[in-house]
């Protein structure tokens, strides 16, 4: 199952910067160890935003949500889900 997600990142102005440093590079394992699993298919920065434009292939919306939940930054994120489904005029045969 494929869903388009958007995660905007608002870290608190105050935070500790060796805290802030320390949670964006969890973050980088995390997000690079599930790309490599092949469930976070894209990963895009949105330009001029501390925001991104994601995909993720899981099994089910429970597996996206703790996918969500577990990532180090979330406390900090807005999170919007879309669920995709194939485009009739998509010429990808791969994409479900
Ligand atoms: O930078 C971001 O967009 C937030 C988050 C998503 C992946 C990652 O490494 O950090």
């Known amino acids: 199952m494929l869903f388009h997600v958007k995660m ?5 102005v105050d935070m500790n910067p060796e805290r802030a440093a320390q949670l964006k590079a969890d973050e980088k394992a995390l997000a690079q160890r599930l790309q490599e699993q092949g ?4 990963l895009w920065r949105i330009a001029g935003l501390y925001a991104n434009y ?3 292939d899981v099994d089910s919306v429970q597996e996206l949500h703790d996918l969500l939940m577990q990532l180090p930054l979330y406390p900090y994120m807005a999170i ?3 669920a995709l489904c194939r485009h009739p005029s998509s010429i990808r045969e791969d994409d479900r």
């Open 39 to 42: 469930k976070w298919r894209h």
């Open 8 to 12: 905007t990142v608002n870290l608190p």
């Open 54 to 56: 994601s995909v993720f």
């Open 80 to 82: 919007e889900v879309n």
